[in-house]
């Protein structure tokens, strides 16, 4: 069946310093790939998305590819704050409406210290 | 997006009693309710798909006869715990969709923590 696989967490870096979370996944056909954002005592919001193959999805300085080829969906940054510490998840479904079961990696935590 | 809040946020039981959580949407009419469950460290696993005024749909695995959910309105789902037992203790969270929404909305969680 379909899954997502997220790099383990925590995460732990410097402000202003480069950020790669890597996400993999196993599907069939062309899901929509998601990454959503937990800020500590809220709910997941949607960070991006993209929903065909090579599609970049990008918001908040933050962007991830839909690479088909490697079933990748890396989320990178080129610059952390420390209001991006937060949980991380990777997510797929089958279709691009919200309607679609989505299907989540573990989660990774970051942690962004001054 | 829509604002979704959950209550309780926090809740302790005995084993054997039930426990209902809610699901609200604030300002959104969620025609279609999500309930998953997150074990520590652990993915969300997606428990039932609710539909307003229509039965829920369970996933493979999830009893539908210990947990009950109810989408009564636009904006009130419940999810019901029925006699609970230690290994159902989790964090469980709701999200909604709308008609011609492109998202899911998630609330904050509930914890539960059955002793």
């Known amino acids: 069946g379909d899954s997502v696989t997220q790099m383990e967490g925590p995460v732990t870096l410097s402000e202003e310093a480069f950020l790669t979370i890597n996400c993999t996944y196993t599907?069939?056909?062309?899901?929509?790939l998601f990454w959503y954002v937990q800020y500590p005592g809220e709910g997941l919001q949607l960070l991006l998305k993209?929903?065909?193959?090579?599609d970049k999805g990008s918001n908040k300085g933050f962007e991830a590819t839909y690479r088909k080829e490697t079933t990748s969906f890396h989320l990178e940054k080129g610059s952390v704050q420390v209001s991006d510490s937060a949980v991380y998840f990777c997510?797929?479904?089958?279709?691009?409406?919200?309607?679609?079961?989505?299907?989540f990696g573990a989660g990774t935590r970051l942690a962004v210290h001054p | 997006g829509a604002v979704v809040s959950q209550h309780p946020s926090w809740v302790i039981c005995k084993s054997g009693t039930s426990v209902k959580i809610e699901c609200r949407s604030l300002?959104?009419?969620?025609?279609?309710m999500f309930w998953y469950r997150q074990f520590p460290k652990q993915s969300l696993m997606l428990m039932a798909t609710?539909?307003?005024?229509?039965?829920?749909?369970?996933e493979q695995g999830v009893e539908k006869d210990k947990f009950l959910i109810n989408h009564a309105s636009l904006t009130l789902s419940t999810l019901t715990v029925t006699s609970a037992h230690p290994e159902d203790s989790s964090f469980y969270i709701c999200?909604?969709?709308?008609?011609?929404?492109?998202?899911?909305?998630f609330g904050p969680g509930t914890r539960l923590t059955v002793t």
């Open positions: 997510a797929l479904s089958r279709g691009s409406g919200g309607y679609n079961k989505l299907i």
């Open positions: 599907a069939t056909g062309y899901p929509s």
């Open positions: 993209a929903t065909k193959a090579d």
């Open positions: 300002d959104f009419q969620a025609t279609t």
């Open positions: 609710s539909n307003e005024g229509s039965k829920a749909t369970y």
């Open positions: 999200s909604l969709t709308g008609e011609s929404s492109y998202e899911q909305y």
